[in-house]
């Protein structure tokens, strides 16, 4: 028998109380194995820290949310929100299960067209497409999502040149009840804004308003807020059919649906609180069906969701660097992985489980990452089982927004495998080199030398 690590005695504060449903102890779980491929194994293989997807996951949350829509209502498209992971192996998953593409600028647009996706089924939002992007998507065909007058008139004089009318959509933002407002992108509703919009487009002759979009925010916890706005959509989509004469063929709600992460300053754990994506589909289902359009003219039902589909498949798996006591007696870890490759520690306490054994000590700590910089916190305070120098961690549900929005501060971007629905592991992005990160660097001539 291995003699047992001293750890030394520490007084504790008991709390009382404060539990969520399943008791104080949720986080004192080892977590092992992912998807059954032994957590120590991928350290092993691939390096700590590494990123771990599981495609079963992502294909299971994919048609549970598919389910929930099409059960309520006949006619559903989702599209893959390329900046909430745009790793070509996870757009492909989604896009091998019937999802199109939304992209938001022209480098997702080109990812998505080189992924295999057809121009008709390429989304393109977002505030920012350049003459050039607006070309190619009207060759191509794409939905072009309007965000503000200056590029309908753009696209109205780019329509004079172009061989194919533009099919267009106009963003519209809202009051849907959730304060604040997001009123920056698209069209306003209350006062006007949106009909001027559309009834430009109409009157131009020169676009083909084919449908109306939303996307009223992200995490959003309120279904009812998604019943608010898919009946002032309605409500346009009506008028436009009936004023204008211009039926619309869909109305494309967006994403923002949360994921089971427990926001910071959260009283409850994000899994007790977080609506279910069937209560989002109720809403916006039972609200478009109401409206009145006929049954053999309702719209189709567009949903670009992301977090909600990707969130939960995503792992990120780390080792422990080093601990010690801070000058007020508080014990802290340092992990290998920082703020730089997990953003949403920012917003989110990530749930974390040590991936061995442990001993019944536990402690209240704060998690460091290795950064030289002060913020580098990913949980301020967790109570956890001692964990040493060596010991390997698993961070949950960091699968959207983490391995888009990460950067190499400090340290580089770590690996990346996805574990396939037979249990093999796949390295789908590379952990970055030095070469890499120097390849667009250009050294002026006059500063290539120097003596010290
Ligand atoms: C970011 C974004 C989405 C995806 O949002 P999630 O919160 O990840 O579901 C969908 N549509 C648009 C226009 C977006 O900007």
């Given amino acids: 028998m291995s003699k047992l690590k001293y750890e030394s005695p520490v007084i504790k504060k008991m709390n009382a109380g404060l539990m969520n449903k399943f008791g104080t102890r949720?986080?004192?779980?080892?977590?092992?194995?992912?998807?059954?491929?032994?957590?120590?194994?991928?350290?092993?293989?691939?390096?700590?820290?590494?990123?771990?997807?599981?495609?079963?996951?992502?294909?299971?949350?994919?048609?549970?949310?598919?389910?929930?829509?099409?059960?309520?209502?006949?006619?559903?498209?989702?599209?893959?929100?390329?900046?909430?992971?745009?790793?070509?192996?996870?757009?492909?998953?989604?896009?091998?299960?019937?999802?199109?593409?939304?992209?938001?600028?022209?480098?997702?647009?080109?990812k998505a067209l080189k992924n295999g996706?057809?121009?008709?089924?390429?989304?393109?939002?977002?505030?920012?497409?350049?003459?050039?992007?607006?070309?190619?998507?009207?060759?191509?065909?794409?939905?072009?999502?309007?965000?503000?007058?200056?590029?309908?008139?753009?696209?109205?004089?780019?329509?004079?040149?172009?061989?194919?009318?533009?099919?267009v959509a106009i963003r519209v933002n809202m009051d849907t009840g959730i304060y604040p407002l997001w009123d920056r992108f698209g069209f306003n509703y209350e006062n006007g804004t949106a009909w001027n919009a559309i009834t430009k487009i109409v009157a131009s002759g020169k676009l083909n308003l084919v449908g109306l979009h939303c996307h009223i925010g992200t995490?959003?916890?309120?279904?009812?807020?998604?019943?608010?706005?898919?009946?002032?959509?309605?409500?346009?989509?009506?008028?436009?059919?009936?004023?204008l004469n211009n039926p619309v063929q869909y109305i494309d709600l967006g994403g923002g649906f949360p994921s089971a992460n427990t926001l910071k300053g959260a009283y409850l754990p994000g899994s007790d609180t977080v609506p279910h994506i069937e209560e989002f589909a109720e809403a916006i289902a039972s609200t478009i069906i109401a409206y009145g359009f006929k049954p053999d003219e309702l719209p189709l039902l567009i949903l670009e969701s992301g977090r909600a589909?990707?969130?939960?498949?995503?792992?990120?798996?780390?080792?422990?660097?080093?601990?010690?006591?801070?000058?007020?007696?508080?014990?802290?870890?340092?992990?290998?992985?920082?703020?730089?490759?997990?953003?949403?520690s920012f917003w989110y306490d990530h749930k974390i489980s040590p991936a061995q054994d442990f001993t019944h000590h536990s402690e209240d700590q704060v998690l460091y990452g290795p950064l030289c910089m002060n913020?580098?916190?990913?949980?301020?305070?967790?109570?956890?089982?001692?964990?040493?120098?060596?010991?390997?961690?698993?961070?949950?549900?960091?699968?959207?927004?983490?391995?888009?929005?990460?950067?190499?501060?400090?340290?580089?971007?770590?690996n990346v495998i996805m574990i396939d629905m037979k249990g093999e592991t796949h390295l789908i992005r590379q952990k970055e080199t030095l070469q890499y990160l120097e390849m667009p660097e250009e050294m002026p001539l006059h500063l290539k030398e120097f003596k010290l």
């Avoid at 194994?41 to 590494?50: E, N, Q, R, T």
């Avoid at 389910?67 to 599209?79: E, G, H, I």
């Avoid at 959003?220 to 009936?242: E, F, I, Q, R």
């Fill in 26 to 110: 949720t986080e004192y779980q080892p977590l092992k194995h992912i998807d059954g491929v032994a957590v120590k194994d991928m350290i092993a293989k691939y390096g700590s820290p590494l990123f771990v997807l599981s495609e079963r996951k992502m294909r299971n949350n994919y048609q549970a949310a598919l389910r929930a829509f099409k059960t309520r209502y006949p006619k559903v498209q989702f599209a893959w929100s390329y900046k909430t992971h745009y790793n070509n192996a996870v757009c492909n998953v989604y896009h091998q299960e019937g999802s199109w593409a939304e992209v938001v600028s022209g480098f997702e647009y080109q």
């Fill in 117 to 167: 996706v057809p121009g008709n089924k390429i989304i393109f939002n977002g505030p920012d497409k350049s003459i050039d992007e607006l070309n190619e998507a009207i060759k191509n065909d794409s939905l072009i999502h309007i965000d503000h007058f200056d590029e309908l008139y753009t696209l109205i004089e780019l329509s004079e040149k172009a061989v194919k009318k533009p099919r």
């Fill in 309 to 344: 589909l990707i969130d939960d498949a995503g792992y990120l798996l780390g080792t422990i660097l080093a601990n010690k006591r801070l000058s007020d007696g508080r014990r802290a870890t340092i992990l290998d992985f920082g703020v730089n490759m997990l953003f949403t």
């Fill in 375 to 414: 913020i580098d916190v990913i949980r301020e305070s967790v109570n956890l089982p001692l964990l040493n120098k060596g010991d390997q961690v698993v961070v949950h549900k960091v699968g959207a927004y983490n391995m888009t929005q990460w950067m190499q501060f400090i340290a580089m971007r770590p």
């Fill in 219 to 243: 995490y959003m916890l309120a279904p009812w807020a998604y019943a608010t706005a898919a009946s002032k959509l309605c409500d346009l989509a009506w008028h436009a059919k009936n004023q």
